[in-house]
C-alpha cells in the first residue's frame, strides 16, 4: 500500500503526535468501514456502477482538495499520465472492482483478512520486480502470515479447501490483491507527484474509463433505496476523501513506515464491526488473522542496523494509500 506523502516528517509535539495518531484511526476506521458498507451497497448497486459512482462522487472534492493544499503543477501531472492510467487501471479502478465483486460472495470480514495479507504479497512482488532485498525475517514474517490466510480460507480444516478449493470470494479477493501489488510496485517506478493530486487525477482517469463500460451495459445503476443512497455517500465521502487527508496529514508528522503499521488495524475494526452488528464469525477467522497480523509485523520490523522494513518508501510516491 502507497505509504506516499509530498512532505518530510518534522519532530512533533505531544498535541502534534496526538493529532497525527487520531487521524491515522480515523482514516483506517473508515477504510474498514468500506468492506463493512460496500458489502451492503453491493446487495443493490452492481460492483461496476458502486465504483463508477464512487469516484464520480469523489473526484471533484479530491480535485478541489489537492489544489488547496498541494497546489499542484498540473502540467508536470499530465506529462505523467500513462504512470497515472496504469496506477488507476491497478488501483482505483482494479482493486476496488475486484473488491466489490468479492463482497458479493463473501463476508467483509474474510475479505479484510485476506487483504491483510496484501503487505506480505508486496514484499514479495518488490524482491521479484525490483531486486529488492529479501531478508529472512521477511521471509519469516510472509509465511506466518500466509498460513493465517490459510487457516482464514480453510475455515480451520486444510483437508475440506484442497477437496473443495477457493470460494469465488475468495478468488475475488485474491486477485484484488495481486491488483493492489501491482499498483503499489508500478507506483515505486513512477515519477513522484503529490499524494491527494495523484490520488484525484487517477479518479478523474477510473470515472472517464468506467463511463463508456457502464453505458455499453445498459448504464450504471443508481440506488433505489434509502439504504444504498447512505451506502454509496459514505463510501464517496468517507473512505474515498476523508481518509486520505487523514492520512496524509498524519504522514507530516509520522515516518511512513511507521504509520504503515497502523493499516493493520483495518482488519481489526472490520472484525469489531462484525461482532458488534452481530454477523456470524469463527475462531478461525480471529485465530487467522491474528496470525496474519503477527506475520505482517515480523515482516515490517526494522533491521538491526535502524534501516526502513520492506514496506516504507525512500521517495514519494504517486497514489492512494487503501482501498
Not at 463476508?107 to 503487505?119: E, G, T, V
Not at 480444516?157 to 485474491?174: N, P, S, T, W
Not at 496470525?291 to 522494513?309: C, D, H, N, Y
Request: hydrophobic content about 55%; charged content about 10%; proline content about 6%.
Amino acid at each position: 500500500m502507497t505509504l506516499a506523502v509530498g512532505t518530510k516528517p518534522k519532530r512533533a509535539s505531544r498535541r502534534s503526535l496526538t493529532v497525527a495518531i487520531a487521524s491515522l484511526l480515523g482514516a483506517t476506521l473508515f477504510w474498514a468501514g468500506n468492506y463493512v458498507v460496500g458489502a451492503g451497497a453491493v446487495e443493490s448497486i452492481d460492483p461496476l456502477s458502486l465504483v463508477l459512482l464512487r469516484w464520480s462522487l469523489a473526484v471533484v472534492p479530491l480535485l478541489a482538495i489537492a489544489q488547496m493544499v498541494e497546489r499542484p503543477q498540473w502540467r508536470q501531472v499530465l506529462a505523467a499520465w500513462p504512470w497515472l492510467v496504469a496506477l488507476s487501471v491497478f488501483g482505483l479502478l482494479g482493486y476496488n472492482l475486484l473488491l466489490y465483486t468479492a463482497l458479493e460472495h463473501t463476508d467483509p470480514f474474510s475479505a479484510s483478512l485476506i487483504n491483510a495479507f496484501n503487505p506480505a504479497l508486496i514484499t514479495l512482488a518488490a524482491a521479484a520486480c525490483l531486486r529488492e532485498r529479501l531478508t529472512g525475517r521477511a521471509v519469516g514474517g510472509v509465511l506466518i502470515a500466509l498460513i493465517g490466510v490459510l487457516l482464514v480460507l480453510s475455515n480451520g480444516d486444510a483437508g475440506k479447501l484442497l477437496q473443495v478449493g477457493f470460494g469465488a470470494g475468495e478468488l475475488f479477493m485474491i486477485a484484488a490483491i495481486a491488483a493492489w501489488s501491482a499498483y503499489t510496485i508500478t507506483g515505486r517506478l513512477a515519477p513522484p507527484l503529490p499524494p491527494i493530486t495523484a490520488t484525484a487525477a487517477q479518479a478523474a482517469i477510473t470515472v472517464v474509463v468506467l463511463t463508456p463500460l457502464s453505458l455499453a451495459a445498459g448504464g450504471p445503476a443508481l440506488p433505489a433505496t434509502q439504504g444504498a443512497i447512505t451506502s454509496l455517500a459514505f463510501i464517496a465521502v468517507f473512505p474515498s476523501v476523508l481518509s486520505y487527508l487523514l492520512w496524509n496529514r498524519a504522514l507530516t508528522v509520522i515516518p511512513a513506515g511507521n504509520a504503515g503499521v497502523f493499516l493493520n488495524l483495518i482488519t481489526v475494526f472490520t472484525a469489531l464491526f462484525t461482532i458488534l452488528s452481530g454477523h456470524p464469525y469463527s475462531m478461525a477467522q480471529i485465530a487467522g488473522g491474528v496470525i496474519v497480523i503477527a506475520g505482517i509485523l515480523l515482516t515490517s520490523a526494522r533491521g538491526q542496523r535502524g534501516s526502513s522494513g520492506p514496506f516504507s518508501w525512500r521517495r514519494r510516491q504517486p497514489g492512494n494509500l487503501e482501498s
